[in-house]
C-alpha cells in the first residue's frame, strides 16, 4: 500500500491470545502518532500509533477491561493476555480509537501526523514526512 493512502473498510483486528476480536466497517477519522508521555508508559512503547473511528462503526467479540489514564480517557485491554486495545475518549463518545499494531494488516492504515513530539524519545526522533507538532494536533478529527 503506498503510503498515504488506506486500505477501503472493513478493518480487522484483536489481542495476542485472540479473546478478543474486533471490526470496524467504516473509514477512519483519523490516524496520529502520538508521543506523549501517558501512551509511552501505557504501551510501553517509544510512541502509540493510533487510528480513530465512529464509536458506532465498532464490532467487537470478546471481553474487555478498562482503566481510566487521564481525565478523559479509557484505555481498554484484554484481560488474558493484556493487549491494549481500544481508546476511548471521555469527551467524545462518538469515537473510538485502536492502536494501528493491533489491526490484523497494520499497513492498511497510514498515520497522518505526530503529535506531542515535545515528549518524544530523543534518540528515537522521528525521520519522515509527516506533520510534527509539539502538543496535540490543531486539526480536528475527519466527521464520521
Not at 20 to 38: Q, S
Not at 45 to 74: I, Q, V
Request: aromatic letters at 8%; proline letters at 12%; one cysteine or more.
Amino acid at each position: 500500500m503506498p503510503i498515504g493512502i488506506n486500505k477501503p473498510p472493513p478493518y480487522e483486528g484483536g489481542c495476542l491470545c485472540g479473546a478478543v476480536r474486533y471490526r470496524f466497517d467504516a473509514p477512519t477519522i483519523g490516524a496520529r502518532i502520538c508521543h506523549c508521555r501517558l501512551c509511552q508508559t501505557a504501551m510501553a512503547a517509544p510512541f502509540l500509533a493510533a487510528a480513530s473511528f465512529p464509536s458506532k462503526a465498532l464490532n467487537h467479540s470478546g471481553e474487555t477491561e478498562r482503566y481510566r489514564s487521564s481525565a478523559r480517557l479509557f484505555r481498554h485491554f484484554c484481560p488474558k493476555c493484556g493487549t491494549r486495545l481500544f481508546l476511548e475518549p471521555v469527551d467524545a463518545p462518538d469515537r473510538m480509537g485502536i492502536p494501528i499494531a493491533t489491526l490484523d494488516d497494520p499497513g492498511a492504515i497510514q498515520p497522518e501526523m505526530h503529535i506531542w513530539i515535545s515528549s518524544q524519545i530523543a534518540s528515537l526522533t522521528p525521520h519522515d514526512d509527516l506533520p510534527k507538532y509539539d502538543k496535540g494536533s490543531p486539526e480536528p478529527f475527519r466527521p464520521a
